[in-house]
């Protein structure tokens, strides 16, 4: 006879039951509410970034953003100045989630004024004044953050690349005529060291380029036992892929589902992914 | 005989347990990983405060910031520019969390600019000036976020303090030989109008005053059935305070305890809530 301990048992279970039930409602509850924060946030985010697949001054962009959890620390911009000038940059926050999210806004912040106050007499100088400039301003803040950037100005009438960069791995990959190459040029992150200066580096773009920028994130997603080879890899993938989309697809083996619901099973990706591409000129009867 | 029906329904509850506990287990490790994100993205917010009760140029100043959850739109600063003028803001911004916390750091990166491109020669007209640039500013990252703002400057010579301010509420109250007045002055908020105009005011501080700015959660910590009626209610505490800790203590009643482990039960805050007091001249023998 079993009957009375299994009684007891039950009722027991059933106790914990209704106590594990309980505890699940406001699990959910909070959680629903840390998730609503950050969808926001998240929407206010993305609303800073640029239009998907434009195309300015003879030039396309196209990106793909995917934060590790609702807010990235990758950020980037794409944005006319004229008929002639085209900026861009390319940032990586170190870390990820809200604290870094805060910096890319800064960076959206100085962007913009960058864009109304830019010199185009002085166009070659002015990617390395700006990442100088950014760097004064992210350590005056006091915030802690540093972060990688590449940063450009295209220049329709001469099709040159004036750009400078901070720390960025991988490097920028310039694709053309089947080749590929990594866009010369090293220099400090910005927001760790006062006075760093930065290179003022100079490319003049092949017709029919594509030039691609990732996030570190990347290195994660591709096979590879070392960085060297990972890089190479991503070399690889880079210089076999005609578009954005051909590039993610291979990725996605690593890459997280559409989060679900109930959340935590798909949270796969360790770091903020970012792939931005820019190709150009081919249609441009300027 | 009860027991196959029991032992069928104990193998049923035994099998929810474990399934409830699992999801239990997932929506906890989900949980913290954005608790983490938000402490962490907490964390760099509250670096970007000014210390707490610190005295510049005969004037201290002392404040009290309680997020709804981990990160606040409601932000201070408290800043020397010399041994005559002190600056100042307190600002509210619309909503709580993460997106608004965005703005926050954006002022923060505003007001060092604006310290490092302060004018003494235009002390009276520098806070509207200020505003006026803010909001432009935010309108321009295209961040769809307003906020309300008091700026201030604190003139030790004239123990003046010239003042802009837009759409504040509660306003800015002036405690002084016992009686309580709200400074004068009507502003737009910020971020919302393009070329919108701020006030510029100037109020002579009378000696042993404290001046409360209040954001507007604290109408969800006062009695009333009327805004009108906590209002007063406010003015009627901050008159009969001699301190911070004074008047914080009476509001505690519909204050959060510290948040527990689990989460869920004590979200009781439903907004920011941030009170800052300056008080000054008493011990200033200059």
Known sequence: MDSPKGSADQEDLAQLNAQLAELNERL???L??????QQAGGQVQRKLLPAHRQTINGVSCD????PALYLSGDFLDFQRFDDRF?????ADVAGNGASSAFVTVLLKLLFSRWLSEWDATQAESMPARWLAQLNRELLDTGI??????????????????????????PKALLVSEGAVLELPGEGM??????DAEYPRLTYRLPPNFRLW??????????PGATLDLRLKEIERRVQ?????????AGLTYKLPQEMDAEGGENWELSDDLTIMVLSGFTDDHE
């Open 28 to 30: 959910e509850t909070h």
């Open 213 to 222: 920028l990732c996030s570190d994130g990347i290195l994660d997603c591709v």
């Open 189 to 194: 992150p910005v927001g760790l060291f006062v």
């Open 32 to 37: 629903e509410l840390l998730r609503l924060d």
């Open 86 to 90: 085209t900026l861009f940059y390319f």
């Open 63 to 66: 990106y793909w953003l995917q």
């Open 144 to 169: 802690g953050k540093h972060a990688t950037l590449f940063v450009g100005v295209i220049d329709r009438r001469t099709r040159e690349l004036h750009y400078s960069l901070g720390a960025q791995l």
């Open 240 to 248: 076999a892929s005609p578009s954005l989309k051909g590039l993610c």
